[in-house]
């Protein structure tokens, strides 16, 4: 919901370069409101907005069909598009999202957007982040730990940083709790049954849950799974592990 292209550098990297072959063609999206994209009304920052926003930058950069990695809201538009342009998907990776969203795992994230958004220096974010977010990440190191806050963050100019995206963003989950009904994107998900796809879960998500993943599984008749050990929402992909396993599969 608020991260930025960064999220992708590692991914990015091995991905535009094949053994042997061609370079990749690869493209980050960092959709409005986040990252160096510009800021919009609060109101905006909807999923169709989005998917309309995508579906016009594809046709600007005359992308006709793509592979698409879409981690949280990435995959929801993934999905989304699925149901309105599945011509132009080839394959598909869903990081930690799924037609089914953990309530307890949205009201989390809802509750912190726009909230805390500077601090002192980026060490002082990464103290934050252990704080808030060490329950999906209980094994990270500290240097991970200073890593993840310069990926989400940039620097002010008084001397201190902060998170890379709109405040406004928090317009449209404000006063989300565990109570309310989570958004149903099985109708979408459906769309992707004929397509190739590999669902990635951090074993500590609170957002996809591995009963979720099975209902996937027992849908889709040409799906891969891939456990992310000692992560939650959302893996980094910043390990091997991930990397290699999204290269062979795009591959």
Request: no cysteine; hydrophobic share 40%; proline share 5%.
């Amino acid at each position: 919901m608020t991260r930025n292209a960064r999220d992708f550098t590692a991914l990015a990297r091995s991905l535009s370069h094949t053994d042997g072959g061609a370079a990749r063609r690869v493209i980050v999206v960092e959709s409005r409101g986040r990252g160096r994209s510009g800021r919009a009304p609060g109101s905006t920052y909807t999923a169709p907005q989005e998917l309309d926003d995508l579906i016009r930058a594809l046709d600007a950069w005359g992308v006709r069909t793509a592979q698409f990695v879409g981690t949280s809201r990435g995959g929801l538009l993934t999905m989304l598009l699925a149901m309105h342009e599945g011509e132009r998907i080839e394959r598909a990776v869903l990081n930690d999202i799924g037609p089914t969203i953990d309530r307890s795992g949205l009201a989390r994230i809802a509750a912190g957007v726009g909230t805390h958004m500077r601090h002192a220096s980026y060490e002082a974010l990464a103290d934050h982040l252990y704080k808030v977010q060490r329950s999906q990440f209980p094994r990270m190191a500290r240097a991970k730990w200073l890593r993840f806050a310069e990926q989400l963050a940039s620097p002010t100019e008084d001397g201190g940083v902060t998170l890379d995206y709109d405040p406004a963003l928090a317009d449209n989950v404000r006063g989300y709790t565990p109570a309310d009904p989570a958004p149903d994107f099985w109708r979408a998900f459906a769309m992707l049954r004929d397509k190739p796809l590999l669902v990635i879960r951090g074993a500590h998500s609170d957002l996809l849950s591995a009963a979720t993943v099975e209902a996937m599984r027992r849908r889709h008749g040409n799906l891969r799974t891939l456990i992310i050990p000692d992560e939650g929402h959302a893996p980094l992909l910043w390990d091997r592990l991930a990397i290699e396993t999204i290269k062979s599969f795009l591959a």
